[in-house]
Structure formats: C-alpha cells, structure tokens
C-alpha cells in the first residue's frame, strides 16, 4: 500500500530535550516536505526536499532541522523544543518532475506538546 | 509570489444542504489546484486536482470544483452534504511550471448540523 508513516504519532517532552520525528515514504517520491498546523493558521511549510542531499528552509524553518541521506526518509530534528513549537506535524511526499500536477500524499501527523 | 486565500474559517451546513466553498488566488501563470480534506484525526487527502482542459472537475466522495480563470477562483462544491462531510478543507495551488513547491490556503471548518 502506497503510504507515507510518521513516528511517532504523538509525543510530549520537555523544553530543551533533543527530539526527532520519522517520515518515511514508500513511493519512490522525490519531493518531500514537514508542515506544521495550528488553529487560525492552516498549513506552514517548515523545510522541503527535492532530492536526497537536496533541502531548503519552507515558511517557518526556525528551530528545526532535516536531512535527506536516503530517497524514502525525511526525518524532522528539533535539537532544543521550545513550548511555541507545540504543534501538530505532518509530512507529505509527491513526484517531483517539473510541470507534472502530481498531489502531495500526506501522513497521519504527529501532534508534538512540549512543556 | 503565489497565494491560496480562503475567506470563509468556518461554514455551517445542514444535512442534506448544497455546499459551496471559496478558494481564490495568486499566481502569473497557469496554476495547478487542489482541494485537500482532513478529517479529524487525519491526515490530509486529496479530493480533487485541476491542472489542464475541462474547467469542472469532479472529485471523489461526490465533490466537484470549477476553475474559473477570470475571477482566479477555484470552488469547491457538493449538491447534497452528508454528516461525515464535516471537515477541515484545504485549497492548494502550485506553478505549471518550474519550482512545483505548493502553497495552502489556511482551511475552512465545515460544519454539518443533522
């Protein structure tokens, strides 16, 4: 079954302790991409990926950081989680061939609380 | 730059109501649009997809949508909503061309009354 998973699907942890959340794909999709959603606000790109060793900083890349080492994983680091970055965080992958009007599929989100 | 602009945060329908949705937005050239559901708890999936020919476009669960070139709008409509149509709806336009980064809208809250 085509899917994109997250882990975990929920987390609470301190301020300050170092985190990461998995995202992985089994679509053989270029692109991959961490949104964050909160009420009043709807989706904002953190940092996408459009190729393995290939990333760049989204919409409020802040206090986050990825790698892309291999095609199917895209795991999102939070080094030192501060209270603002309680959110609820979803990944999505999609082709990523230049003019196509390929979808985003999106995983089932990860709703992080950090105290 | 392109922009997704949903004006409406919240709708309320009753059961059996048509539905109409707004989605306007930004962009120079030709756009590639989507309409995007979550439902509690979920992830987001994709109802529809415009990208070239027939301006209406049919989705599943019995949604459709009509780009409109000239008023830059892309909305979403149902004839007849069901309870488990109650959702959060997203609108999300990338370029034809070029970066295919997309941009969302901020959502609209639909709610069913039975």
Known sequence: EAQVTQNPRYLITVTGKKLTVTCSQNMNHEYMSWYRQDPGLGLRQIYYSMNVEVTDKGDVPEGYKVSRKEKRNFPLILESPSPNQTSLYFCASSRGRQGGSYEQYFGPGTRLTVT | ?114
Not at chain 2, 70 to 91: G, I, M, T
């Open chain 2, 1 to 114: 730059a392109q922009s997704v602009t949903q004006p409406d945060i919240h709708i309320t329908v009753s059961e059996g109501a048509s539905l109409e949705l707004r989605c306007n937005y930004s962009y120079g050239a030709t756009p590639y649009l989507f309409w995007y559901v979550q439902s509690p708890g979920q992830g987001l999936q994709l109802l529809l997809k415009y990208f070239s020919g027939d301006t209406l476009v049919q989705g599943i669960k019995g949604f459709e949508a009509e780009f409109k070139r000239s008023q830059s709008s892309f909305n979403l409509r149902k004839p007849s909503v069901h309870w488990s149509d109650a959702a959060e709806y997203f609108c999300a336009v990338r370029s034809a061309g070029g970066s295919y980064i997309p941009t969302f809208g901020r959502g609209t809250s639909l709610i069913v009354h039975p």
